[in-house]
């Protein structure tokens, strides 16, 4: 698998990102499983990875303004 934007190579690495839930809220996911390139550190999420954040998002207090989860695949 290749970089989309520079061609560059992917590596399988863990990261911290954050995502935002609506408006006022955000969440953001510890050691989550990407794929980021070496040379121009653009990111790819597949897509079993974004499931599992859409389904942790969809399960967030509403009320909360941050949230800090680790994700566990
Ligand atoms: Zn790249």
Known sequence: MKCHICGGKLKHTQTDLPFKRDEK???IFKD???F???NCREYI????VMEGVETVLAGVNPS??????RYAA
């Open 36 to 38: 980021q390139c070496e």
């Open 25 to 27: 809220s955000i969440v």
């Open 64 to 69: 909360a303004e941050l949230e800090i989860v």
């Open 45 to 48: 999420i597949e897509d079993p």
């Open 32 to 34: 989550l499983p990407v």
